[in-house]
């Protein structure tokens, strides 16, 4: 009895298409045009030293009527969606993915003053799991400007949050904030006033389902040295010699956790604090009796890089509504070439054993 085997098809493999292709392109040098543009128009794209004269030109003025419907939209490709086929490189999961330092005016609650409106640098990541080719940069934009006309608190940060993890189908997600927030400073002796701006940044973090805020604040401010503050009292005791002590700008880079279950932690909360710890905060409205009255502040307050850390820390730790913390400090030396710097954190959160090199250079206050 005999039996009919089925015709099996196989797909040719790489090699086989490879000399399939070459046969083409030898056949095509030779044709007639329009004979290759019979067989198929496409294969000039194969043969660029030959462009055939009967391939249809493609149209160069830009389309103004043109409004594309919903199904020339499905139909549009995608790499970034791609599947994982495409994925270059090792499939593993991506911590943080997404925009950064996309700008636009955001409204924002004060303590004192009602609400202000400041230009603000937006940052916004999503992780990416290992099977996955990419994100839609531009849905974590349209999720935020989706928001962008309400008053901003941590709340809306929030439901922005929210829409793009729901739009990029992902697990944890990461939004910053960050801007320049003025607050009016009386000068400390002539009665003026004048705007100090203070570098803020609002975190928002979701990890493994939970979430937490953090605010950091960049506080500028003057240290005097306390070693030379002595041997010029030193040198004017003991020979009559007028001497200065050396002082500087400084900068502390201030990261707190803000815990959700208790009272709103304001801008100027955070920025008061910092002013108590170290009161010689530069200074924006100066004449001659307020700039005697920060000479004489500064002597009254010599520090050490060490003994800011620990008079920032201090202040924190008193506040119930601050969990852990870092403080990053930086004393730009007008006696050294290089900097005194100081790090020192509170709970696990900013602990870490690596640093980021440009870390302390990130510290220069610009003006």
């Known amino acids: 009895m005999n039996h009919l085997t089925p015709t099996m098809t196989v797909a040719p493999d790489a090699d086989e298409a490879k000399r399939a292709l070459e046969t083409l392109r030898d056949w095509a040098r030779g044709a007639d045009p329009v004979e290759v543009a019979r067989l198929d128009p496409a294969i000039s794209r194969l043969l660029p030293e030959r462009p055939l004269t009967n391939y249809p030109d493609l149209r160069r003025d830009y389309p103004h009527d043109f409004v594309p419907d919903a199904a020339y939209k499905a139909e549009m490709p995608d790499l970034q969606n791609g599947p994982a086929s495409l994925i270059q490189g090792e499939k593993q999961l991506i911590q943080h993915v997404g925009i950064s330092n996309f700008r636009l005016p955001i409204r924002y609650h004060t303590r004192d003053n009602g609400d202000l409106t400041l230009e603000t640098s937006v940052t916004g990541t999503v992780s990416l799991e290992a099977e996955k080719k990419g994100i839609n940069m531009s849905r974590i934009m349209r999720s935020f400007y989706a928001h962008a006309e309400k008053t901003f608190s941590f709340q809306v940060i929030e439901a922005a949050l929210d829409d793009y993890k729901t739009d990029l189908d992902s697990l944890d997600a990461r939004i910053e904030m ?21 570098d803020i940044a609002l975190e928002l973090v979701e990890q493994g389902g939970v979430r937490r805020k953090f605010v950091h604040l960049d506080y500028v401010y003057s240290s005097t040295c306390p070693c030379s503050l002595e041997l010029a009292e030193h040198a004017r005791i003991c020979r009559n010699q007028l001497a200065t ?13 803000v815990l959700c279950d208790h009272p709103c932690l304001w801008f100027e909360d955070l920025i008061e604090m910092a002013r108590e710890a170290v009161p010689t905060e530069t200074q924006v409205m100066v004449k001659r009796e307020d700039e005697q009255a920060f000479a004489e502040l500064n002597a009254a307050n010599p520090i050490f890089v060490e003994d800011a850390a ?23 030396e007008s006696l050294h070439s290089h900097d005194a710097v100081s790090i020192l954190t509170e709970g696990e959160t900013f602990r870490q054993q690596s640093l980021d090199p440009r870390l302390f250079s990130t510290l220069i206050h610009k003006g």
């Open 245 to 257: 002590p050396h002082s500087q700008r400084s900068v502390a880079r201030i990261s707190v956790e």
């Open 310 to 332: 620990r008079l920032f820390t201090e202040q924190l730790k008193r506040d119930e509504r601050i969990g852990d913390f870092r403080i990053v400090a930086s004393h730009q």
């Open 178 to 198: 960050r801007f320049s927030f003025p607050m009016k400073i009386p000068s400390l002796r002539s009665g003026l006033e004048g705007y100090q701006y203070y």
